[in-house]
């Protein structure tokens, strides 16, 4: 699944390309991908201007001069594809179709833009794309229930603090992936973080010192830096807004290095399940 940086990568590159240019035509037909009538296209999308592109968490928000917004979630395998003359972007679910020829099977929405199109695909169909008043944005469920954005200026070591704290009695890596803590940490992210901060993946909440979760806070926010420096963590071919490949994993310190050397210390790197998700740990660096 797209993590927050493979997210962020793909709202850069758009957001270079889509701002300043008008919708003149949509294609949908698979209603659980897009849900709005024809009526709201007919109203609200067509002939509607491009403001801006936002993310909130691993949610692409595009506002429309019309005072509507599309929101945008990737889930398992969706990915967006921006085509014109002169440019190929694609970014999202890393397969054939962000270089192949499109509409294709896996297209669920396409937006003509006059000069480019945009194209969301999807293979398994888990996610969407919604057209809703930019207003209402903030009282959809969904985003009332996210926690802060952990690379926002104002999210200080104390709110995370605090906030991990209300589950004292938790192990940290799921409190560290509960999306109502922090907003887009994962599970590459949340391995690599606890990694960098000593911390077992295992350990309760209430054993950990302030000082030791302002590690986890510095290092939080460096994985995620790093990796969106990078273009995300995806692992197989994909094209950001320069046509560069997403490369974090080769910089991964645990994720997937199970039976390679710690880089710190040497040890062995083994892999467990913690909170039914795959744990990368260094048993020595990371002792419980
Ligand atoms: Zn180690």
Redesign the pocket.
């Known amino acids: 699944m797209p993590e927050l940086p493979e997210v962020e990568t793909v709202r850069t590159g758009l957001s270079r390309l889509l701002p300043g240019l008008t919708i003149y035509k949509v294609n949908f037909d698979w209603p659980k991908s897009f849900p709005n009538s024809k009526n709201d296209t007919d109203k609200f999308l067509i002939g509607a201007r491009i403001v801006q592109v936002r993310r909130r968490a691993k949610v692409l928000i595009i506002d429309l001069s019309t005072k509507y917004s599309l929101i945008i979630h990737l889930k398992m395998t969706g990915q967006l594809v921006f085509r014109s003359d002169s440019t190929v972007f694609g970014a999202g679910h890393p397969n054939d179709s962000l270089l192949g020829n499109l509409p294709d099977r896996s297209t669920r929405v396409s937006f003509d833009l006059g000069k480019a199109k945009l194209f969301f695909n999807d293979q398994r169909k888990f996610g969407w794309v919604r057209l809703v008043p930019s207003v209402e944005i903030e009282n959809i469920d969904f985003f009332k229930k996210l926690g802060p954005e952990p690379l926002s200026s104002s999210f200080t070591v104390e709110e995370f603090r605090q906030r991990i704290k209300r589950r004292s009695k938790s192990q940290i890596k799921p409190v560290l992936m509960d999306q109502s803590v922090v907003a887009g940490v994962g599970n590459i992210y949340a391995d690599e973080a606890l990694?960098g901060a000593?911390i077992n993946p295992e350990e309760r909440v209430k054993d950990i010192t302030d000082d030791r979760l302002y590690e986890l806070y510095k290092e939080m926010i460096n994985v995620l830096r790093l990796s969106i420096e990078k273009g995300g963590s995806t692992d197989k071919n994909y094209v950001d807004a320069e046509g560069k490949k997403g490369s974090y994993l080769k910089f991964a310190r645990v994720f997937r290095r199970q039976n390679l050397?710690?880089?710190?210390?040497?040890?062995i790197?083994v892999k467990t399940r913690v909170a039914g998700r795959g744990t990368h740990l260094?048993?020595?660096?990371?002792k419980l």
């Open positions: 990694w000593k050397p710690c880089p710190r210390c040497g040890t790197i260094c048993p020595k660096c990371q």
